[in-house]
């Protein structure tokens, strides 16, 4: 199914998968006020049941290539309209793939700067061109790092790398991306689009209370200590335990076959 009510951005749902397909290519995906507002509605639309798997895209050569520094500055001199789209990009974009109780696979291609970069770490499965060039960016304009970029960074990687790639906003390639665990992995250009179908079909075949687990308890682990995250496992455990993927994964276990959950 495909929606028509937005501007910037196109969203389709085919067999369970959402794909949400950045579409401003002439200035490579760059986000400005409407873009950030389009894919937080569209995020929104994930949260339905009978999605199972989201799939974030680019139209054009690049996935994206951060803040629209234009609609930026237009915005500088109106701080309500720059908190509003600071607060859609950090919470409608950037929170809300995190709690999404589903996987979010990011086709990561030509430019990915600033809060593009954000969006890829954020994303729970990130695939990645050989020719994709990424950038924290924001140093180099004279901006504090933020859409969440100076948490997930550190996570990623290491606390000096973290610095290093933020403070001197270098750019980086995709053989770098995948060692410092930025994306998860790296393809050739002609292979990108079908690795990520292939990627999210795989998806679709997981028990999706599960991967809802693991997300949430990823999203927790740094903040947790041990004692509280054992008891959140047990939690997590004795939940899916009741649930009818567990009883079809045991038993497609004891007859040797790949099971089929909902």
Known sequence: MNYERFETIRFSTKERIAEIILNRPEVHNSVNYQMASDIAEALKLCRDDEIKVVV??????????????????????????????????????????????????????GYIFGGGLSIILASDYAIASEDTTFSSGFARIGLSPDTGSSFFF?????????????????????????????VTEVVPPTSLEARVNEVAKMYLRMPSKVIASIKQLLNVSYSNNLEEHLKLEMEHVMRTARTEDFREGIKAFIEKREPEFK
């Open 56 to 109: 974030l895209r680019g139209e054009g050569k690049s996935f994206c290539s951060g803040a629209d520094i234009r609609a930026f500055i237009e915005m500088y001199n109106n701080p309500q309209k720059l908190t509003e789209f600071g607060d859609i990009f950090h919470n409608g974009i950037i929170k809300a793939i995190r709690e999404l109780p589903k996987p979010v696979i990011a086709e990561a291609k």
């Open 154 to 182: 550190p996570r990623a990687t290491t606390m000096k790398r973290a610095f290093e790639l933020m403070s001197t906003a270098r750019r980086f390639d995709a053989k770098e991306a995948l060692g410092y665990g930025i």
